[in-house]
Each structure stands twice: as structure tokens, then as C-alpha cells.
Nanobody, 114 residues
């Protein structure tokens, strides 16, 4: 069974940067379009960015130009580099396929202070 393990979250000031990582058991990157999602308190989970097996990327409008999604197939790891962070980026960040058909991991908390 595929397992997703997110890490790298933390507390950062507005304007700062963080990189979150997702280690995926098994070689799933060639099978699925992979994505990062986030869920803020009291809000629904939303898709932040996704990357197809061929490398094509898509981002939600609010993070375009600030976030970059990437994968390292050799390490079975997906990354989300987040720059120019804003308080509204505060959320628990999760990785999954797009759509989210794999078992969800625990997520990693990102908190941006103003």
C-alpha cells in the first residue's frame, strides 16, 4: 500500500520561505499526477499545485509565482518550495495524487506570522 509522509513545515515570518517534502513509498510518480493540498482551520482542503508525470505543473492563482512544485524520482520525493509566504498560507499541507485517491498522510503544519 502506498504511504505518504510529509515533513518540513514550521513557523516562519511573513515574506519568508519554507520547503516541504513528501516521501512516497513505491514508484507512484510515473503512475499519477501528484499534488500538494492544504487545509486551513475551518476551511475545506484545497489543491495548491500539481505536477504530471511528464513534468507539467499547475498552480492555484494565489500561489503562482511564489510556490514551486517538483519531484525527485530517484528519492521518491516531492517538494513544494514556498517563497514570499503570507499569513493566508497558514495551513496543514498534504501531498496526494490528483485527485486525492491515495491514503492521506498526517500532513505538515505551516504557520506564517504577520
Amino acid at each position: 500500500q502506498v504511504q505518504l509522509v510529509e515533513s518540513g513545515g514550521g513557523l516562519v515570518q511573513s515574506g519568508g520561505s519554507l520547503r516541504v517534502s513528501c516521501v512516497v513509498s513505491g514508484s507512484v510518480f510515473r503512475m499519477y499526477t501528484m499534488a500538494w493540498y492544504r487545509q486551513a482551520p475551518g476551511k475545506q482542503r484545497e489543491l495548491v499545485a500539481r505536477i504530471a508525470s511528464g513534468g507539467t505543473t499547475e498552480y492555484r492563482d494565489s500561489v503562482k509565482g511564489r510556490f514551486t512544485i517538483s519531484t525527485d524520482n530517484g528519492k521518491n520525493t516531492m517538494y513544494l518550495q514556498m517563497n514570499s509566504l503570507k499569513p493566508e498560507d497558514t495551513a496543514v499541507y498534504y501531498c496526494n495524487a490528483s485527485p486525492g485517491i491515495l491514503p492521506w498522510g498526517q500532513g505538515t503544519q505551516v504557520t506564517v506570522s504577520s
